[in-house]
């Protein structure tokens, strides 16, 4: 806190400095981008020591044995809109920042992605992926599939719905002997043995168009920096399949 009131003071000295230079007529542009950098600094500093406190309140909660909710709990001192997000997998059962979903064509091409704040349930996100790439093609595709996550009956019928001919997405749990023996059936398998081969999209994404991390805070700067990995993903991906 003494280092923001020293910081602040500096600011008020340089502000009342230019009011003395302004009202004599006249100006110093270099000290006026001084005072811009250090009012930029004054801010930085006082949004740092907010996200300090809140996360030293998160681990006095934690001590009395209180966890904190994960839909507003702060794990960055420079992103307040990144969560936790469980993902079950041994070597990080738990992550942090945003939620991404990828739906791409058989050409490889990403025709919609969408990237959320936490940990949204799989399932309620397809249908309306489905209906943007619709309204954006002007066509329905004539298959979707996708992994366990979205098995639901909803999801099934919610496509169906909306033109869908085949829908093939292994279903949560233990299914029914009908189920079982839709899922068995070669045409089926054959899809999510597509759809396996095609995981790769991600792990791409992430190598070489920046989906790994990204640069810009916030929600808003993440949904920006990822648009563009999506923007030089295509790109690339075109021009291999034009060529």
Request: proline letters at 5%; aromatic letters at 4%.
């Amino acid at each position: 806190m003494r280092l923001l009131g020293n910081a602040r003071r500096a600011l008020r000295r340089a502000e009342a400095k230019a009011a003395a230079l302004a009202a004599a007529g006249l100006a110093d542009a270099a000290a006026g981008r001084r005072r811009g950098r250090l009012r930029r600094a004054v801010n930085d500093l006082a949004r740092l020591l907010e996200a300090t406190g809140q996360i030293a309140a998160q681990a006095r909660q934690r001590l009395a044995g209180i966890t904190p909710p994960g839909a507003t709990r702060r794990v960055s001192l420079h992103d307040a809109d990144a969560r936790p997000i469980a993902k079950g997998s041994l070597g990080k059962p738990v992550q942090f920042g945003y939620k991404g979903q990828v739906t791409d064509n058989d050409d490889g091409i990403v025709v919609d992605h969408v990237l959320e704040q936490g940990n949204p349930a799989d399932g309620p996100q397809l249908a309306p992926a489905i209906e943007r790439v619709i309204k954006r093609a002007g066509r329905r595709p004539r298959t979707v599939t996708a992994d366990r996550g979205y098995g639901e009956k909803g999801v099934d019928d919610a496509l169906h719905k909306m033109g869908v001919r085949t829908v093939v997405i292994p279903r949560k749990g233990k299914p029914g002997k009908d189920r079982q023996a839709a899922e068995h059936r070669p045409a089926f398998r054959r899809t999510v043995k597509w759809r396996t081969g095609s995981e790769g999209r991600i792990s791409t994404l992430k190598r070489g168009y920046g989906w790994d991390r990204t640069r810009l805070d916030g929600i808003e700067g993440a949904r920006i920096w990822t648009g563009h990995g999506i923007l030089a993903h295509n790109l690339v991906k075109i021009a291999a399949l034009a060529s």
